[in-house]
C-alpha cells in the first residue's frame, strides 16, 4: 500500500493570508529608484514563504539596523550559512520538519522524494533559482570525477545504490531509489547542510564543459590555479560563505572581500520568506561580524560590544555577564545545551602504536579511567554544581535517554578502577607510583585539547590528581585545533577532550551515522571512520566485536521502515555506548549564556543551544529577530 508523506506549505499556513502590496526596504530603495532593482514584489517568488509570527508567539516587526556579533576565527564566517538556516525544508522550533525553500516535498515510501520548488524564485545576484541548478550539481558536479573524485554525498546511496534523478519541469526534481533513504529528508534539514544544488550559471564559467577554453585558461592564470577544477571547487564554497562573487539564497550575503577581522553581510534584496504583512525578511539590513580572540568575547559582551552573542561564551562567564547587563544595555538568557556531554575524553583505539592500542581497546581500562574521576569536584568547580555528573549518553529531551546508561561506570570510586587494573595485569609500578605497561614503558597517558575551553583545563587539572592515585599519569598537551583533529585522525594523538555527541537529542528518525564507526570525526575510532567514509580506500575496517555489532546496527536502520524498528535500534546503540565508554563523559546539561540587547525582539527567552538539530540560532530564525528603537 502506497504510502504517502505530504509536507506542503499550505499545511502550514493554512490560516495565514498575505498583503498583496509588499513593503520596499529602505535599505534597497535607492537602488530601486535608481533602476538597478526590481520592486520588492517583482523580487519574491510567486509564492513565498509567509511567516506568521503571532502564531508563533512573536512580534511582526520592522526592518532596520546594523546586528554586531563576534567569531574567533576568519573561517567561522561560515557560521553566517548555520545562523541564516536556509534549507530546502529544515525544522521549526518544535523539531518538526517543514518546506522552507521548497514550496512543497512529497515523499513516497521514504523512497521517492519530489521536490517542488517555488516559481519565480530567485538567487541573490537576480538569476533564477531552478531544476536546472539541481541537475548541474548532479551531472556536473556530484558525478564528475575531476570534482568529487570520491562520488556523490554519503548520504544520497542506500547500500550501494544512487538515486536515480529526474528534473521534469524547473520547478521539479525527483530523487528515487528502489528502497528506503529514511535519512534524506533530515539530512537536508542539517546545520551544515549538503547544498544539492548550484547556482550553475555563475559556476559554469569555470567549468570545463561550459567554459570557453580560452577565458578558462585566462582566468586560470589570473587566479593562479593550476586546473579548471581546483579553481572550480575554490569558488564553490557555499557552505564556507567567504565568497562574495558567489550567489546565495541566505538571509545575508557576503558584502566584503579579502576581510581579515570585519565582515558585512547584507539583506539579500531576493531573500523568500515575507511576514503576513507583505514585509520582506530578514528585518536586519546589516550583520556585522568581527573576528577576535576566544579570550575577549566575554569581555566584549560585557561592554555591550554586541547585539547577540552565545559562541564563545560558556557557563564560566555567566557571573561576569550579569554584572554587566545595565551598563551594557543586554540582558543574559540561559539556555540549554543539545550536546550530550560537555567534556569528553575519547581513547583513541586506532592509535599508532600497538601496545597501547591493545590496552586502550580493553573495555576494563576505559572504565577503570571512567570510575576514576570525581565528576562532582569538578562539577562544584565548573558549574556550581548545576551540571548532570555521569558518563555520555543521550539527555532527558530524548527518548532513548536512561538514567541508568548516565551512572554507567561514572561513579566516583577509584577502589574498583585499582581492581580493574589490576585485573588487566598492570599491576608493576615504577618508584613514582606509576603503573607499567606490559613492554616496561610507564602508563603516561597524554591527553590532547584544541586548547580554547578553560573549563577542559580545569577539568582535567582535577583529574591529573584523581588518576594520579590509581597509577595513571595525565599528561595536558593544549594544541590548536586543526592540529589536534589532523593528530588524531591519523592515529598520532593517544587520547583527546572534545564534546560529546553533538547532538544529544536524538530522535528515531535521527540518522544514528555519528555514534557508529561511520565518521573520523568520532575521535574514538577515526580510522574507523575513514575506512567507512572512503569505501575502504583509507583507515581500517572496524575489528573490534562492539564496534563491528555498531556497524550491523548502522546497516538495519537503513533498512527500517517503522518508526518501532528504529528506537529498537537506536537504543541498543546508546545502551553499548554506556557500557562500552568510547567516550569517557564528565558532565552534561551546562547552561549556555545567550547575550542579547534589550532592543533586539523575537530572541527566545528559553531556547536550546543545539549543533543539530538546531544550527544553534538558526531554528529560531534569526530573520525575523529586529530592532525596536
Not at 518501532?564 to 545502551?575: A, F, L, S, T, Y
Request: aromatic share 10%; hydrophobic share 40%.
Amino acid at each position: 500500500m502506497l504510502k504517502r508523506l505530504v509536507l506542503a506549505l499550505c499545511t502550514l499556513f493554512a490560516a495565514t493570508s498575505v498583503s498583496a502590496q509588499f513593503t520596499e526596504s529602505s535599505f534597497w530603495k535607492a537602488e530601486v529608484d535608481a533602476g538597478n532593482l526590481p520592486p520588492v514584489g517583482q523580487r519574491l517568488p510567486r509564492v513565498p514563504l509567509t511567516v506568521d509570527l503571532e502564531a508563533k508567539g512573536r512580534q511582526i516587526g520592522k526592518q532596520g539596523g546594523t546586528l554586531r556579533t563576534l567569531v574567533t576565527r576568519t573561517k567561522d564566517v561560515r557560521q553566517m550559512v548555520v545562523y541564516g538556516y536556509t534549507r530546502l525544508v529544515g525544522y521549526n522550533a518544535d523539531y518538526v520538519i517543514e518546506p522552507d525553500l521548497l514550496q512543497a516535498l512529497d515523499v513516497e515510501e521514504n523512497r521517492r522524494f519530489i521536490l517542488r520548488l517555488r516559481p519565480g524564485h530567485r538567487w541573490s545576484d537576480g538569476h533564477p533559482f531552478t531544476s536546472e541548478d539541481f541537475r548541474y550539481w548532479w551531472e556536473d558536479v556530484a558525478n564528475n570525477t575531476d570534482l568529487s573524485p570520491s562520488g556523490p554525498l554519503e548520504f544520497l546511496r542506500v547500500e550501494g545504490e544512487l538515486p536515480t534523478v529526474t528534473f521534469p519541469d524547473e520547478t521539479t526534481v525527483i530523487y528515487e531509489w528502489s528502497k528506503p533513504n529514511p535519512q534524506f529528508v533530515q539530512e537536508l534539514a542539517e546545520a551544515r547542510p549538503p547544498f544539492i544544488y548550484r547556482p550553475a550559471h555563475f559556476l559554469k564559467r569555470f567549468h570545463a564543459t561550459y567554459a570557453d577554453e580560452d577565458s578558462l585558461r585566462a582566468t586560470l592564470r589570473e587566479k593562479r590555479v593550476r586546473s579548471w577544477a581546483a579553481l572550480h571547487n575554490k569558488s564553490d564554497n557555499m557552505y564556507k560563505f567567504d565568497n562574495a562573487e558567489l550567489p546565495t539564497l541566505q538571509p545575508w550575503m557576503l558584502a566584503t572581500k579579502d576581510a581579515k577581522s570585519r565582515y558585512l553581510f547584507v539583506r539579500n534584496p531576493y531573500f523568500h520568506r515575507v511576514d503576513t504583512e507583505g514585509t520582506q525578511l530578514p528585518y536586519i539590513d546589516i550583520v556585522e561580524m568581527n573576528v577576535v580572540s576566544s579570550g575577549l568575547v566575554a569581555a566584549k559582551a560585557n561592554a555591550g560590544e554586541v547585539d547577540l552573542q552565545a559562541r564563545g561564551l560558556d557557563f564560566k562567564d555567566i557571573a561576569v555577564l550579569k554584572r554587566g547587563e545595565k551598563e551594557g544595555n543586554y540582558h543574559t538568557n540561559l539556555w540549554s545545551n543539545g550536546t550530550a556531554s560537555q567534556i569528553a575524553i575519547y581513547l583513541n583505539l586506532n592509535y599508532n602504536d600497538d601496545g597501547w592500542r591493545a590496552l586502550m581497546r580493553d573495555v576494563r581500562f576505559r572504565r577503570a579511567l571512567s570510575l576514576a574521576i570525581d565528576r562532582k569536584i569538578i562539577n562544584k568547580a565548573l558549574y556550581f554544581g548545576l551540571a548532570a555528573e555521569g558518563n555520555m549518553t543521550m539527555l532527558p529531551e530524548s527518548p532513548f535517554y536512561k538514567e541508568e546508561n548516565l551512572q554507567k561506570w561514572a561513579s566516583f570510586d577509584p577502589e574498583q578502577a585499582n581492581v580493574l587494573l589490576d585485573e588487566i595485569g598492570l599491576t608493576e609500578r615504577d618508584r613514582d607510583g606509576h603503573r607499567l605497561l606490559p613492554d616496561g614503558r610507564p602508563l603516561w597517558l597524554v591527553v590532547e585539547t584544541a586548547g580554547e575551553r578553560q573549563e577542559v583545563e580545569n577539568a582535567l587539572q582535577i583529574i591529573v590528581d584523581n588518576w594520579r592515585d590509581i597509577g595513571v599519569k595525565l599528561i595536558m598537551r593544549p594544541l590548536e585545533r586543526d592540529i589536534l583533529r589532523n593528530r588524531v585522525y591519523s592515529g598520532q594523538t593517544q587520547a583527546a577532550v572534545w564534546f560529546g555527541w553533538d547532538n544529544g537529542l536524538a530522535q528515531p528518525f535521527t540518522r544514528p551515522s555519528y555514534a557508529i564507526p561511520h565518521h573520523q570525526e568520532f575521535f574514538a575510532w577515526p580510522k574507523w571512520g575513514q575506512h567507512y567514509q572512503t569505501h575502504g580506500d583509507a583507515g581500517e575496517a572496524p575489528d573490534m566485536p562492539e564496534a563491528i555489532r555498531l556497524m550491523d546496527l548502522g546497516d538495519m536502520w537503513m533498512r527500517s521502515v517503522s518508526k518501532e524498528e528504529r528506537m529498537g535500534i537506536w537504543q541498543e546503540i546508546v545502551d553499548i555506548h554506556a557500557d562500552q565508554v568510547f567516550a569517557i563523559g564528565i558532565l552534561a546539561g551546562a547552561r549556555q549564556p545567550v547575550v542579547v540587547r534589550n532592543d533586539l525582539i523575537n530572541v527566545p527567552e528559553k531556547g536550546i543551544w543545539a549543533w543539530s538539530p538546531g544550527a544553534h540560532f538558526g531554528i529560531h530564525r534569526p530573520d525575523e529577530f529586529w530592532f525596536d528603537r
